[in-house]
């Protein structure tokens, strides 16, 4: 069983960047789809950002031109780059994959908080 773990959350400016890294402990080209969640306290947890196998990309409308995610299949690992973070963007993160089976993946998550 492949296992997540992120890295690359803290606490930023608004208007700041982040890199937010999701490695794999195995190979993460046979992964469906790799993806990033995000979730407040309270709330639902929330779609951002998917890399499928092909390569191909969705994002949230809300990220959409500030959020970009990428993968390192050599790394086995997954990228969110984040630009001009809004206070609005604080939660924790968190890394999905999907198998060829179905099943979901899930990281322990990262949190990110955008303060002055």
């Known amino acids: 069983q492949v296992q997540l773990v992120e890295s690359g959350g803290g606490l930023v400016q608004p208007g700041g960047s982040l890199r937010l890294s999701c490695v794999a402990s195995?190979?993460?080209?046979?992964?469906?789809?790799m993806s990033w969640y995000r979730q407040a306290p309270g709330k639902e947890r929330e779609l951002v950002a998917r890399?499928?196998?092909?390569?191909?990309?969705r994002y949230a409308d809300s990220v959409k031109g500030r959020f970009t995610i990428s993968r390192d299949n050599a790394k086995n690992t997954v990228y969110l780059q984040i630009h001009s973070l809004e206070p609005e963007d604080t939660d924790v993160y968190f890394c999905?994959?999907?198998?060829?089976?179905?099943?979901?993946?899930w990281g322990q998550g990262t949190q990110v908080t955008v303060s002055s």
């Open positions: 999905n994959a999907v198998t060829r089976k179905g099943t979901m993946l």
């Open positions: 195995g190979s993460i080209i046979s992964l469906v789809a």
């Open positions: 890399i499928f196998s092909s390569g191909s990309t």
